[in-house]
T-cell receptor
Framework: NAGVTQTPKFQVLKTGQSMTLQCAQDMNHNSMYWYRQDPGMGLRLIYY???????DKGEVPNGYNVSRLNKREFSLRLESAAPSQTSVYFCASRVGAGYTFGSGTRLTVV | GIQVEQSPPDLILQEGANSTLRCNFS?????LQWFHQNPWGQLINLFY???GTKQNGRLSATTVATERYSLLYISSSQTTDSGVYFCAVAMEYGNKLVFGAGTILRVKS
């Protein structure tokens, strides 16, 4: 099925561990985004990529890095996880005004 | 940065009732969208509506850009309408949507 695929769906990390959240879309969209969702705060933009080879910071980039590996894939890396990074992470892609979101990754840092 | 406020924060409806959700924003925008997040967490785009009125079935939306607010109307609500409704805006078309905190809707049968 066409859409945005995120892996993993769930993850528990210990403080200080690193991990990469994967995102891939098969709709040939240029723009891709990483958001985090915390209770009562809606979604906040971490990083985005307007096209292959470009990335830019969003509202809450500290503690994260991203890679736009190719047009399909946009990964989010936590180098040293902290409890404050416990959240649900959403990847999205866009063409025109239409956003398509992945199903999310629920990350818990203990 | 631009601020987005949604009201009410919580809403409980009996099946069949109508409701209006409001979104206020602090600056001129070129992009305004409404999303529905179902109880399983999936986000679905409902409307792209930087100005004017649109309708899709039982849902409709109106944005009055000059007064910096948007309204989402849900008529004859169903239990499947439950979830969180987000308003999101951007000052430039397409990029960097800023989300409101959402309205949690519970429709009871």
């Amino acid at each position: 099925n066409a859409g945005v695929t995120q892996t993993p769906k769930f993850q528990v990390l210990k403080t200080g561990q690193s991990m990469t959240l994967q995102c891939a879309q098969d709709m040939n969209h240029n723009s891709m985004y990483w958001y985090r969702q915390d209770p009562g705060m809606g979604l906040r933009l971490i990083y985005y990529s307007a096209s292959e080879g470009t990335t830019d910071k969003g509202e809450v980039p500290n503690g994260y890095n991203v890679s736009r590996l190719n047009k399909r894939e946009f990964s989010l890396r936590l180098e040293s996880a902290a409890p404050s990074q416990t959240s649900v992470y959403f990847c999205a892609s866009r063409v025109g005004a239409g956003y398509t979101f992945g199903s999310g990754t629920r990350l818990t840092v203990v | 940065g631009i601020q987005v406020e949604q009201s009410p924060p919580d809403l409980i409806l009996q099946e069949g009732a109508n409701s209006t959700l409001r979104c206020n924003f602090s600056d001129s925008v070129n992009n305004l969208q409404w999303f529905h997040q179902n109880p399983w967490g999936q986000l679905i785009n409902l409307f792209y509506i930087p100005s004017g009125t649109k309708q899709n079935g039982r849902l409709s939306a109106t944005t009055v850009a000059t007064e910096r607010y948007s309204l989402l109307y849900i008529s004859s609500s169903q239990t499947t309408d439950s979830g969180v409704y987000f308003c999101a805006v951007a000052m430039e078309y397409g990029n960097k949507l800023v989300f409101g905190a959402g309205t949690i809707l519970r429709v009871k049968s």
